[in-house]
């Protein structure tokens, strides 16, 4: 089932959560809804599921209005953080809840809902913990009972928020690959609400990063890694460092040193003398020696390298007044071979930069 959300408004006290927010979600898709705390993520899922009713906008299921509709007209399947299962009822109980409390007329009989939850435990590869209370589950067996209650109605859309944050990092990888493959099997149209950059590119064919109750992009995950729009975005997806300074001709020059010797595309459309922000992935940046003519790059000192794993990890600081922080990534074989050691003076310079003109506040 298709959701468009159009012109949402909401605001609660003096605070406004969500600003006109237009959004649609194609059926079938699984979508992350991503950014930090108090972006309205959660807000746009609760009204999506009827739980919460927009100030102004409209909600489409279907192509079909359903602003006013009460949550249960909806067909909703909700799965909240923190489990919400029933302490004192098996997983089995648990799971056929949402069938048992169907109207007399919708209720299936005890036969279909036995073979039904069965088949939905055996989904969630959980049956053989049927008879087992809440509390004698790990975290990860209790948020997956918790999917299966919901997929137990039959919902036209799933609806997830925060799934695994009260779970450690082992366990919501696990269980972020295992929601994948289970979306995949069952083609639900779903969305998920997560402030995980790497959860959401990692499960959702489509992200929409939201930032202080607005939309700062929508797409695929590797289109607004590799390509967003704004600074908020660059600067939530993964790591990143940061240079402040100005345009000039089609470089930027950082103090009193150009960040990079050559023009870059970003650049070029800016007026020379215009402050700006560069931004570049911690891989995107590339030591050189401090002892070279015509100096090109931040200059830098290492303060730490760590060389565990396949790639090797630089932290740098600034030489500038500012005593800025940087990151670094290459691989050991290029820390090995550039002999670098901590304590060691250094220039920073990009191989790939995203350029955007920094607001007269910034």
């Known amino acids: 089932m298709s959701i468009e959300v159009r012109d949402i408004y909401k605001q609660f006290g003096n ?28 807000t746009l899922l609760r009204i999506i599921a009827g739980l919460e009713y927009a100030d102004r906008g409209t909600v489409f299921l279907e192509g079909e209005n359903a602003t006013s509709a009460h949550v249960r007209e909806r067909q909703v399947g909700f799965v909240f953080q923190h489990y919400a299962l029933f302490r004192h009822m098996s997983v089995f109980e648990n799971v056929a809840f949402g069938l048992r409390v169907k109207p007399r007329k919708q209720r299936p009989s005890d036969a279909i809902i036995r073979e039904k939850v069965r088949a939905l435990l055996e989904l969630v590869q959980l049956d053989w913990i049927a008879d087992r209370l809440p509390a004698q589950l790990s975290g990860g067996q209790r948020q997956r009972i918790a999917l299966a209650r919901a997929l137990a109605v039959e919902p036209r859309v799933l609806l997830l928020d925060e799934p695994f944050g009260a779970l450690d990092a082992k366990v919501r990888k696990e269980l972020r690959r295992w929601l994948r493959r289970l979306h995949d099997e069952l083609h639900i149209t779903s969305i998920f609400v997560t402030h995980d950059q790497e959860e959401a590119l990692e499960v959702a064919d489509s992200v929409v990063l939201m930032n202080r109750g607005k939309v700062e992009q929508q797409g695929a995950p590797d289109a607004v890694y590799q390509h967003p729009e704004t600074p908020f975005v660059y600067g939530f997806l993964g790591a990143v460092n940061y240079f402040h300074g100005r345009a000039e001709a089609g470089r930027v020059r950082v103090g009193d040193t150009l960040l990079h010797a050559e023009a870059a595309p970003e650049a070029q459309r800016l007026e020379s003398g215009v402050n700006v922000t560069a931004f570049v992935r911690p891989h995107e940046l590339s030591i050189v020696s401090q002892d070279v003519p015509d100096p090109v790059g931040v200059a830098a000192k290492i303060t730490r390298i760590m060389g565990f794993g396949a790639a090797a990890r630089i932290e740098l600081v600034g030489l500038d007044a500012g005593a800025q922080h940087f990151e670094v990534e290459m691989s050991r074989e290029q820390l090995a071979a550039q002999g670098l050691i901590e304590g060691q003076s250094v220039r920073l310079t990009p191989s790939r930069i995203k350029v955007f003109e920094r607001e007269a506040n910034a």
């Not at 406004?16 to 649609?24: C, H, K, R, T, Y």
């Open 15 to 42: 605070f406004i959560a969500l600003d006109n927010v237009s959004l649609e979600f194609p059926s079938g898709q699984l979508t992350a809804l991503l950014g930090p705390s108090g972006c309205g993520k959660t």
